[in-house]
């Protein structure tokens, strides 16, 4: 969704700028929708929230706000808004660098910085030619790998100089990327095709996976043996088996999905719906539709689980809604 949205944002406000059968496994039961309660807050945040990105002691959410220069930060103590980490060009995406103090932020307009979440501050950055999209990183914080939306491919960047190391090719429109368990191997949606790219990294060969639709954003379980793809125009999260390079299972008849994240213990899945303006809830081993479904905010992209929380981002309202679970 958000190719779409930033393009429209650029021609706006700057004038030119942005199968083999598959198992399904998703049972539909009679959900009871949870309104939000009226005792959890609704944080103001900047123009356009949607990643998230929670620091290591879970003291911290990090959103970025994709029509903004800026990124939000929450006291998830206080569920307050207490800083703006400012200068990042309309901020995309987030990848911690192995377990260091750094995250990586894409912005939309070419530029990737590189933030200590200690302090909040940016301790380096570069800019590029081409507009940045989707991120990720290895497990040792080596490489950063962001996706250059113009040019169709994958940048591979050195995490220390920012500096371009190799590039990789994907189809048209590319927008989430995720990496393998073991780092050899790239995956990335491409909107336009309706396609995913699976990339091997070392020898920079390819395969494609013919999804329809137009595949998204790409979350992972703690290990990056799984891939959770939502498919926004088919309703659909694609479940990807990072060893196997392909997909294993899917969830169906989801409105319009957006992130898909799971619970901190994995034993849940988080799955947001645009246009609906709600998180549905999945037990992540049988992948059946929980009874309870929650209601956001308006046009809700991201989500956050944290203890008995559940943080969501509304791209329509500028908000973050705390919902209590």
């Known amino acids: 969704m958000k190719n779409h949205i930033i393009i429209l944002l650029f021609a706006i406000v700057m004038v030119s700028c942005k199968e083999n059968k598959k198992e399904t496994d998703s049972t539909i039961v009679e959900s009871k929708v949870i309104a939000q309660d009226i005792a959890s807050p609704i944080i103001n945040v900047g123009k356009g929230p949607d990643a ?3 620091t290591p002691n879970k003291s911290f959410l990090y959103v970025a706000n994709v029509e903004d220069t800026l990124v939000s930060v929450i006291d998830t103590q206080t569920d307050q808004n207490v800083k703006s980490i400012n200068g990042i060009k309309y901020p995309w995406g987030f990848t911690r660098l192995a ?3 750094l995250v990586a932020v ?13 302090n909040h501050s940016i301790v380096n950055q570069n800019v590029f030619k081409t507009h940045l999209g989707g991120i990720a990183s290895d497990k040792e914080g080596k490489f950063i790998y ?3 939306i113009d040019d169709n491919k994958v940048l591979q960047l050195n ?8 590039t990789f090719s994907t189809g048209k429109g590319p927008d989430g990327i995720g990496i393998s368990k073991d780092d050899s191997t ?4 491409n909107t336009e095709d309706g396609t995913i790219s699976v990339i091997n990294i070392l020898s920079n060969t390819q395969k494609i996976i013919e999804t329809g639709g137009k595949p998204e954003l790409i979350h992972y379980n703690k290990d990056h043996s799984l891939l959770y793809i939502s498919n926004f125009l088919k309703n659909k999260i694609h479940i990807i088996d990072t060893e196997k390079g392909e997909i294993v299972k899917e969830i169906e008849n989801i409105k319009t999905p957006e992130e898909a994240v799971l619970s901190e213990d994995e034993k849940l899945l988080y799955v ?5 303006g709600e998180l549905n809830v999945y037990d992540a081993s049988t992948l059946e539709k929980q009874s309870i479904t929650y209601k956001t905010g308006n046009k809700p992209i991201g989500v956050m689980p944290l203890g008995n929380k559940l943080y969501v981002s509304n791209y329509g309202d500028n908000s973050i809604s705390v919902i209590k679970k």
Do not use: M
């Open 52 to 54: 998230l990105f929670l």
């Open 99 to 101: 377990k260091s103090n």
């Open 106 to 118: 894409s912005g939309y307009d070419k530029q990737l910085v590189i933030i200590d979440f200690t």
């Open 146 to 148: 962001v996706i250059a």
């Open 159 to 166: 995490s220390k100089t920012l500096k371009i190391v190799n």
């Open 186 to 189: 790239l995956f990335v949606t």
């Open 272 to 276: 947001v719906s645009f246009d609906s």
